[in-house]
């Protein structure tokens, strides 16, 4: 039976706050970007229109490219650790009692920790002379070093990163994992699985959503990148870990080249914003590839 | 295939002092190889409690579990074993329909054509056939629960088949197919099958014997005939029955039984104690009599409900309220009206402290 809604257009009005609200918070200020991004501004006066000259500018800049692979390799090497390694900590985490809040608590410490402190500590942390990491690697006759070594001011930024946000992965697979109810392990038991056969046919299918938010987050995040490297390293040695925001900072506030600066914004936004749709989508599908290929749940 | 012999007592405390304290209290059960059964009693009368501590994913706090006089009490449920049906479908979201149904047998590393067959045939006893390569995350409830009900009888060599309340989640017209499809695949494949359920027609239908239990006791273990007829325990006369056994406060006072102010002689060939006891009457057996019948109580009638196949009237006599089921044809009293009711007979069993008196 067909029959036709009635269509009622008062509901635009209930919508209206949220489009104000988002407006003022989100539009606006992007506008602002995309202005800077295709004019020449030298004062509110004067002013030209530059069209996509300076995106021509920013696509051909080599230091960018480098610092986009950058920042594409550290992404990634915090997903492949962090991921693996926060439903390792899950898994172990004791589900009940005392025992559980305990370790709740001490795993969830580090997210409570402000970034610039992060930094500081990782900073103090790794140094040769007073810096407990620092000097005992020295002792055990590494050559290591934070500030003269880019692959150890790398190495030092993606494990302080690791150490930083791995608990909120480890904490939302916790959740994911405690939501299982337990007539399936149950069952698994009846049926005579093996221990990775419950992990791979129940617990990580069932904590498929929280690591969707997992992986999201984390991305997002290890993307844009700032205060603890800024803190830590300031970018260096060299360019060893200038990841794209602080690129973007100097070009924006050391420098004041603001063309540019906000030509590449909207190109950085654009590239976290496709990313973020590839890894959705992937995920989403990814175990439930069944033959129909018509799976929207 | 195994006989089950349980002598065992569960308690989910640490030190258990009374028998409140008991989720199971101390029990004697042999299960028959081959047998159907049903555990029937309401929520929180130990039967999940002993279904999980015969499939092995509970250890009782004391006593032994034995199959075939082995002593099984330690060994975990793969070891024994043993399929388990849930109350609500567990089923591999990631895998299909076919490999589901496949999994236990996987796990047990049984050939893969062996598996295939096997897969097959219970799918089509199940009627599950048409969906065997789709993806069982995408099914209903009931598909999902002939699923986790195809893993339990997958395997054809299992000591014994245990379903928890499994048609929780079923429409009530599949109810039906499935309660008989289940009875069907017992004559077929004769394994033995023990069926959890607060419902007294799937119980009484489905099994050969019925173990009724309540708070943690089993009060009487016997066919659904036995049940009816001679209630072991008040309870069985309560819970047995659309409605209940009627139960009337007697005394026997030097040969002479009173129930309610009124004097009857002692049933022949019985040899009820002196002292305090209860009378039990089926409202099925319950007789419209003459006024001056020797074995009537007299009652006014307070309802008379039209039930279709038959009619249902309660009668008060004193502070007693008395049920009886009378067939549509005979002429059934108006409310109001004061009738007798034939209270003693062969169907009347006597009870003292809650037991039945032989």
Redesign the interface.
């Known amino acids: 039976m067909i029959t036709t809604k009635p269509v009622n257009q008062k509901a635009w009005w209930l919508v209206l706050p949220v489009v104000i609200c988002v407006a003022f918070s989100a539009v606006l200020p992007l506008m602002t970007v995309v202005n800077y991004s295709l004019q020449d501004i030298f004062s509110p006066e004067r002013r030209v229109f530059v069209g996509t000259e300076w995106f021509a500018l920013v696509m051909r800049d080599e230091e960018l490219h480098a610092a986009l692979w950058r920042q594409l390799t550290f992404s990634l090497a915090v997903l492949t650790v962090e991921i693996p390694l926060g439903i390792m900590l899950a898994l172990a985490m004791p589900a009940k009692g005392w025992k559980s809040s305990a370790v709740l608590v001490v795993v969830a410490l580090s997210l409570l920790i402000p970034w610039n402190v992060v930094g500081t500590i990782w900073q103090i942390f790794g140094r040769t002379d007073i810096g407990l990491l620092g000097a005992m690697l020295q002792e055990m006759g590494y050559d290591y070093s934070y500030t003269g070594n880019g692959t150890h001011a790398w190495l030092t930024v993606l494990t302080m990163d690791v150490w930083h946000w791995t608990p909120l992965v480890a904490l939302l697979c916790f959740a994911g994992l405690r939501s299982i109810p337990d007539a399936y392990y149950q069952a698994a038991r009846i049926d005579g699985a093996s221990k990775f056969a419950v992990f791979r046919y129940i617990q990580l299918p069932k904590m498929r959503g929280v690591l969707m938010i997992a992986v999201l987050l984390r991305f997002m995040d290890s993307f844009m990148i700032y205060t603890e490297p800024f803190v830590l390293t300031g970018g260096g040695p060299g360019n060893a870990t200038t990841f794209l925001s602080q690129y973007l900072t100097q070009k924006a506030v050391g420098q004041f080249d603001l063309g540019p600066a906000a030509a590449f914004s909207l190109i950085y936004f654009l590239i976290i914003l496709l990313l973020c749709f590839i890894l959705y989508n992937w995920m989403q599908r990814v175990g439930t590839d069944s033959k129909e290929g018509s799976d929207h749940e | 295939m195994a006989r089950i012999d349980l002598d065992i007592a569960h308690s989910y405390r640490a030190n258990p002092q009374q028998d409140e304290d008991y989720a199971l209290l101390p029990l004697k059960m042999s299960f028959a190889d081959g047998g159907a059964y049903a555990l029937l009693g309401p929520s929180g009368c130990g039967k999940t409690t002993m279904l999980?501590i015969m499939?092995?994913?509970l250890a009782p706090s004391s006593g032994t579990v034995k199959f075939d006089d082995i002593d099984v009490t330690q060994l975990?449920?793969?070891q024994r074993n043993?399929?388990?049906v849930?109350?609500?479908p567990?089923i591999?979201?990631?895998?299909t329909v076919a490999d589901n149904l496949a999994?236990?047998l996987r796990?047990?590393k049984m050939p893969e054509d062996q598996i295939k067959k096997r897969v097959g045939e219970v799918a089509e006893m199940l009627e599950l056939s048409g969906q065997l390569?789709?993806?069982a995350?995408?099914l209903a409830a009931d598909a999902k629960q002939k699923i986790?009900l195809g893993?339990?009888l997958v395997r054809p060599d299992v000591s014994a088949v245990l379903f928890d309340e499994p048609l929780t989640v079923i429409d009530p017209h599949l109810k039906w197919q499935l309660r008989r499809k289940l009875k069907q695949i017992h004559h077929e494949l004769k394994l033995t099958l023990i069926y959890v359920t607060h419902d007294q027609v799937e119980a009484l239908t489905f099994a050969d014997q019925v173990m009724v239990m309540t708070r943690g006791r089993s009060v009487q273990v016997g066919s659904a005939d036995a049940l009816f007829e001679r209630p072991q325990h008040t309870f069985v006369g309560h819970f047995i029955g659309s409605p209940g056994m009627n139960f009337l406060p007697a005394q026997v006072d030097d040969q002479t039984l009173v129930v309610a102010g009124h004097k009857f002689g002692l049933p022949p060939g019985s040899a009820l104690p002196e002292g305090e006891l209860k009378l039990g009457i089926r409202p099925e057996y319950v007789t419209l009599t003459a006024a001056d019948d020797r074995t009537a109580l007299p009652v006014n009638i307070t309802q008379a409900l039209d039930i279709g196949t038959h009619v249902l009237l309660t009668g008060q006599c004193g502070d007693l309220a008395i049920k009886a089921r009378l067939s549509p044809d005979q002429h059934a009293p108006a409310c109001g009206d004061t009738v007798w009711f034939g209270v003693l007979g062969s169907h009347t069993c006597f009870y003292k402290n809650e037991e039945l008196l032989p």
């Open positions: 999980n499939s092995g994913l975990s449920p793969q043993i399929a388990q849930f109350q609500f567990v591999y979201d990631t895998m999994f236990p796990n047990r390569d789709q993806r995350a995408n986790s893993r339990g």
